[in-house]
C-alpha cells in the first residue's frame, strides 16, 4: 500500500521518478542568504585586487616568500665573491647547483632554452662565447646584461649571491655541447682547473 504523505508534511512535486514522489520544498533562506554574501563578497574582492593599486597580490606573496627563503639559505654561506675558488666551490655543490638550475629555468629558459642550448640567446653548452673571456665574465654579464640590452641585466632584479650562483651554473653548462644552436663567438681557453 503506498504511503499517503501526512496533512503537515509539506506538499509534493507534480512529478514523480520511477514511483518515487519528492516534495516540493523551497530553498532555505540560509541557503540564499550565503549565495549573495559570496556575490557581495566576490564584487568587493574584484574592486580591491583589481582596482587598488596598493593591493597585495599572491605575486608579493610569493616574492617576500622567496626572499625570506633566500635570506635563511645564503645564512650559510655568506656573501659570495665572484671570484673563480667562489664559483668553483659553488659548481661542485650538488645541493647550490639544483638551486641555480632552479633559478636559471625561471629567469633564463626563455632566451637560452631549459638546458642552456640556447632558443634566442646563445648556447651554453659550447666552448664558444660572445661575451665571456674568462669566467668571472659571467657573472659580470649576468649583473650588467650584454648585446645592447637583448641580454637584459639583472642587477636589480636578483641578488649578488644569487647572480654568482647563476654565474657557476652557467660555468658548469660548458662543455656538454648539446645540440642546439649553433656556436656563436670565439672558442675560450678551458675554466682554470679547481683548486686542491
Known amino acids: 500500500m503506498p ?7 509539506p506538499p ?5 521518478y520511477d514511483g518515487i514522489h519528492e516534495y516540493d520544498n523551497p530553498t532555505p533562506g540560509w541557503w540564499y542568504a550565503i549565495f549573495f554574501a559570496t556575490v557581495l563578497f566576490s564584487l568587493g574582492y574584484y574592486l580591491i585586487y583589481n582596482l587598488d593599486p596598493d593591493a597585495k597580490t599572491i605575486q608579493d606573496d610569493l616574492a ?4 625570506r627563503e633566500y635570506q635563511r639559505l645564503f645564512a650559510e654561506v655568506g656573501d659570495l ?7 668553483q666551490k659553488m659548481m661542485a655543490d650538488p645541493k647550490w647547483m639544483l638551486f641555480a638550475a632552479s633559478s636559471f629555468r625561471s629567469r633564463c629558459a626563455s632566451c637560452h632554452g631549459p638546458d642552456g642550448t640556447g632558443i634566442i640567446g646563445p ?11 674568462v669566467m668571472t665574465d659571467i657573472p659580470a654579464v649576468i649583473t650588467n646584461g650584454a648585446a645592447a640590452g637583448a641580454m637584459p641585466a639583472q642587477r636589480n632584479a636578483i641578488s649578488e649571491n644569487e647572480i654568482i650562483l647563476l654565474g657557476s ?10 645540440p642546439g644552436r649553433a656556436p656563436e663567438g670565439e672558442k675560450i681557453p678551458p675554466w682554470p682547473a679547481p683548486s686542491k
Open 3 to 9: 504511503n499517503t504523505p501526512a496533512p503537515s508534511d
Open 64 to 67: 617576500a616568500d622567496q626572499t
Open 81 to 87: 665573491k665572484a671570484d673563480v675558488p667562489t664559483m
Open 12 to 16: 509534493l512535486a507534480h512529478h514523480a
Open 169 to 178: 651554473y652557467v660555468a658548469s653548462l660548458r662543455g656538454k655541447n648539446l
Open 123 to 133: 648556447n651554453l653548452t659550447d666552448d664558444s662565447y660572445k661575451n665571456i673571456k
